[in-house]
């Protein structure tokens, strides 16, 4: 025996929502703009950008029945850690694993644009290259300088405190929306400009994290001579825009703050030491 049948979806279970994607065929090419349908039916609760995405990448036809290429975007864990999905999505710079469809679209013959970061270089459709994040990082040095093969012993212990803070900071997955939503960085694509630009506001915060570690501000003072330098903390035009649009809620202008606080006594110090 069989078991019962599932209803089929009514109209009223379903709707139809439109994706209006900006494609690029790759680096220079110009930027054309296609429009697909993507049904959201009751077994479709849950959808999010990247599903749909992957949806139409299987389905490449267009409003209009034209047969296209298959939408080309970036993504790795799906569960906002990894920060390779960001994308300009309604307009707003955001994780694109997170933007779920029931709330950015949940009307029948709603409309989604979807658009690449404008602050990098199109490798192809909404798939940027964010090399310049990391180098920005190697700028700041965020890391902790500890290298061996051996047991070097027990860490230095640290107050609950500072630990509160610091795990806030370490939550940054690089994803790139508080660069998106900056007026001072602007896109360069020529890497040689890279290190006379401003750092952004993730390398500044990062610098502050590494800062606070106990092991790590053994490095605190080359960090603050990078951010005193060309592109450091100074070029901070404290728009604020950073701590509005980042998916983890970094206090980003405290981060600032600390770091424009820190290279003002770095530089005095330093200035009475020649």
Known sequence: MTGPTQPKPSAADSRSVRFR???????????????????IDRESAG????????????????????????????????????????????????????????????????EV??????????IRDLWVDRSRVFHNLKRVKAWVPIDGTYHLGSGPREPAKAQDTRYTLSTCMSCGCCLEACPQFTRQDDPAAWDTTFVGAHALSQARL???????????????EALTGPGG??????????????????????????????????????????
Request: charged content about 20%; proline content about 6%; aromatic content about 4%.
């Open 47 to 110: 959808a999010n950008v990247i599903s749909c995405l992957q949806h139409i990448a299987a389905h490449p036809v267009t409003v209009e029945g034209k047969r296209t290429t298959p939408v080309v975007w970036d993504s790795v864990c799906l569960e906002e850690v990894c920060g390779a999905c960001t994308m300009v999505i309604n307009g707003k710079v955001r994780q694109s694993c997170s933007a779920l469809i029931d709330q950015i679209a949940p009307n029948d013959g709603d």
């Open 113 to 122: 644009t979807l658009e690449p970061m404008s602050r990098f270089p199109v």
């Open 21 to 39: 994607i900006a494609r690029c065929d790759g680096p220079g090419k110009p930027t054309r703009w296609e429009t697909f349908a993507v049904k």
């Open 233 to 274: 903390v100074a070029d901070c035009g404290n728009a604020q825009n950073c701590v509005k649009v980042c998916p983890k809620n970094i206090p980003l202008t405290e981060s600032i703050a600390a770091m424009g606080r820190a290279a003002t006594i770095h530089s005095v110090t330093r200035f009475f030491k020649k």
């Open 210 to 224: 590494f800062n606070m570690h106990e092991t790590g501000k053994q490095l605190a003072g080359e960090r603050l």
